[in-house]
C-alpha cells in the first residue's frame, strides 16, 4: 500500500472512532431523549444543542473541503442553534441522520483516488482535504466527549 493509501486508511479510521476515540454511532444510539433538551449546571448548552453544533460544523468543513463557492456561517453564532432552542425526536433524529450522512461524505471524499490529501484547497488559505479531516475528527472526538459527560450528568451519573 502506498503512503498516501495508509495515510487514507488511518484518516477514515480516526474518522470512525477508532482507537482512542467512541464512535459517534455508540454515543447517539441509546442516548435519553428525556433529556436532550435538559441543561447540567454551569453549561450554558443542552446535548441536543451540542449535536446540533457538531452537524454545522461537520457540513461546513465538508463543504469548504469541496466547494470553492461555499460560505461558513459566521463565527459563532451561525454554527450554534439560539440557546433557547429544543428538539423532539424527530429532530434530534433528523440531526443525527444529516450528521451521519455527511461524515460519510468526508469518508467518501478522502477515500477518493483523484483526492490529494496534501494539495492546498485553492480556495482557501493554505488549507489542505488532510487538515480538513483531522479538523472535523478532533472536533467530533471533542464534542462526542462533551455529549458523554452530559449523559452521565443529566442521568445522575448513570
Known sequence: MSTDGALKEHLLYLLGGGGAHVDFETVVKDFPLEIINSKAENIPYTPWQV?????????????????????????????????SAEADE?????????????????????????????????????????????????????????LVTLKRILKGGK
Open 51 to 83: 449535536l446540533e453544533h457538531m452537524r454545522i460544523a461537520q457540513f461546513d468543513i465538508l463543504e469548504f473541503s469541496r466547494n470553492p463557492s461555499h460560505i461558513s456561517p459566521p463565527w459563532p453564532e451561525g454554527y450554534w442553534p439560539e440557546s
Open 90 to 146: 424527530v429532530a434530534w433524529n433528523k440531526s443525527v441522520e444529516a450528521f451521519l450522512s455527511d461524515l460519510e461524505a468526508m469518508k467518501r471524499l478522502i477515500e477518493d483516488p483523484s483526492t490529494d490529501l496534501f494539495a492546498p484547497l485553492e480556495h482557501g488559505t493554505g488549507q489542505t482535504i488532510l487538515r480538513e479531516a483531522l479538523l472535523v475528527a478532533d472536533h467530533n472526538a471533542y464534542h462526542l466527549g462533551v
